[in-house]
């Protein structure tokens, strides 16, 4: 096991510190105009500049850092212009700390039935009231720079895995889009990573990490993943992409959340996750716990006065019993969906926390095993 | 002006002390066995055991003292049973402070179409799944010694004030439940409350608080108000029924909750209100300013970056524009319920808090008018 300590300035306002090493596992620190980074870490999402039931105060607590927003909902709605003239995505959200927004590529591209692609960019229709709208490269950049987060996400296609001929004219399309965004970007307080796309190809992967390193991003980003493929699969890209990015620049697995999904990738070297995993399932009543995830609503519930997890700190756990969360669910209350989003975020925030700890004790390979032991994820991807 | 200082031992676990009159007008402290009730005082409603969309921090932080919880819903769900074996409500809910029940009555007798009234009780139908249940006045106290809160109410009937005969014979039995009540409850640490009924009848209402104030409970309320009856109706019944009850013990008017009725309740000697109307706005993007009601989906706040009003202190306005709020609300996010609802209680327990300061500085006669000049409520009672 080798412990390294590098540091990395990546550009005049940010730098990444890696601070610990334990084979592609890793710790670090990313300083960002709105605060220090420590890596691994799990990023709530905040699709419509909110993570859906909770106030700041409330993520502050869970001492979540990164809050994701999307570029695609908040450019239709309230529109990026506004958010710029309100001061920027952390003044009207109220979030101090860094924040990162997507390129709305994900979002457009998921609109399967009501968008165009070319090799410019996109027309799509708007989900909310059926108006046209076309991204492009340049105009993603202008979006997010209006928005104002601390990382932004280049312009790119996320195209189904399993189409073989497709997926490789996507990419390509994706690295000629990589090229634009950099030149298009203007405001020097912002880090711009670039996406490694590909599919599950090990050709198209590597070839792909290849172009995206070379171009000089202060980070990257692997995408493409956790969209109909397989564990195995999903590994073995990951493994492919980490050993060709530069060491020195952080790496983020886009929309991956399930505890076990950010143990397997912080063994692969990733250092960023972001899912709206643990505040969906708390809208359906789920919430992780050691052992894997439960389902409130459960009858068997109903007279069970001991939280949700004994072993957690969270304000729903110090507070509140099973028992009673049930009710909340049972009467339909709001509520029920705070206190397991609280929960259920803080779950994954504090696994990377003992991550991070155990790597830096250069432990990970038995934290992680140990954790994958008994953690007992759901037979199904469909989560 | 007089300024008088009353100290009134109700039982060995409450006691009631007056600490300033301007008129009829006064401010107290009422001591129960979670703590002391600064009054006048508003309750906020959490009916299900949660005062909808808000934890109990949040409810600290606003300065809530007293929260109302209704019999009828806990009874049906989770069950007074469960709650009781859960430690009570305080525990279940997690609300440290004092807490109220009503007795199930008013929400029985309003499930018109499905229930039947006879001298002894009232079997009706739950909104749940149509099973049928009887109360009576010794099961509501029954229940309501489950559940645990400090202030329990006599088991009343809220008939139709604009029905002359049957409101009194309606206010007959509610007397003859309330001697009931007295001797169905056991528990010395909860205060049972009689109710002053009577419809809009000066008789009537004379008759029902001379007879309520006879029986000796440590405090009374005055029910069947806000009903349909017209505000100079529910001024002259306040002022009739308060010039009865005796001055040693807390009066508690049912369901009202707009300030100007607040303010109108407290000229005329009122020292509780309890209502659901500021969240049931929140939830319906209304917010109250001491200018009146504005309902931040109107489109005239999209570009607004100034809070819902510039001098409240609560976490909302202390941290959020309009533009936001109205974004979250039109975006259909839950966080905009939860945010209105932090203002809209403490907006009400704000008013509150001046009023017995204006009390305690004997002003409250320029005070109220003041307020009552500025605010301007809705035309129609149809909140």
Redesign the interface.
């Known amino acids: 096991m080798e412990i390294s300590e590098f540091s990395f300035t990546i550009s005049p306002m940010f730098e990444f510190q890696i601070t610990a090493k334990n084979n592609r596992a890793r710790t670090g620190i990313f300083t960002t105009p709105h605060g220090d980074l420590l890596m691994p870490l799990f990023a709530p999402v905040g699709t419509?500049?909110?993570v859906?039931?909770?106030?700041?105060?409330h993520l502050k607590d869970i001492n979540a850092t990164l809050v994701l927003a999307n570029t695609y909902?908040l450019y239709l709605?309230?529109g990026d212009e506004?958010v710029r003239?309100?001061?920027g995505l952390h003044r009207?959200?109220?979030w101090p700390r860094p924040m990162l927004t997507d390129s709305g590529g994900f979002q457009v591209f998921s609109l399967s039935q009501t968008r165009k692609i070319d090799d410019d960019g996109v027309t799509f229709k708007s989900h909310i009231d059926g108006s046209t709208h076309r991204f492009t490269p340049e105009k993603s950049i202008a979006i997010q720079e209006n928005l104002g987060a601390d990382i932004i996400m280049a312009f790119d296609e996320c195209a189904d895995p399993n189409n073989g001929t497709y997926i490789q004219q996507s990419m390509q399309r994706t690295h000629v889009w990589a090229e634009r965004c950099l030149h298009a970007k203007v405001r020097p307080d912002q880090a711009l990573f670039g996406i490694v796309q590909g599919g599950i190809s090990p050709e198209l992967r590597t070839q792909s990490a290849q172009f995206i390193a070379s171009l000089d991003f202060p980070g990257h980003a692997i995408g493409g993943l956790s969209v109909g493929e397989t564990k195995a699969e999903m590994h073995s890209m990951l493994e492919i992409v980490n050993d060709i990015l530069p060491v020195g620049k952080p790496r983020y697995l886009m929309g991956v959340g399930s505890p076990e999904d950010l143990i397997n990738g912080i063994l692969r070297g990733v250092d960023i996750f972001d899912c709206v995993l643990p505040t969906r399932l708390a809208r359906h009543s789920a919430a992780f716990t050691p052992a894997g995830r439960i389902n409130l609503m459960n009858a068997s519930y109903?007279?069970d006065?001991t939280p949700i997890d004994e072993t957690c700190f969270c304000?729903t756990c110090r507070?509140?019993?099973r028992?009673?969360l049930?009710?909340?669910i049972?009467?339909k209350?709001?509520?029920a969906?705070?206190?397991l989003s609280i929960h259920n975020i803080h779950f994954l925030v504090s696994l990377m926390k003992s991550s991070r700890q155990a790597i830096l004790e250069n432990r990970f390979a038995s934290f992680s095993a140990d954790f994958l032991h008994s953690y007992q994820p759901r037979p199904k991807r469909g989560e």
Chains 1, 2 share one sequence.
């Open positions: 419509q500049a909110t859906k039931t909770l106030t700041p105060e909902h709605r309230p506004l003239d309100l001061g009207f959200m109220q109903a007279h006065h304000y507070n509140f019993t028992a009673y049930r009710h909340l049972i009467a209350e709001m509520l969906a705070t206190l």
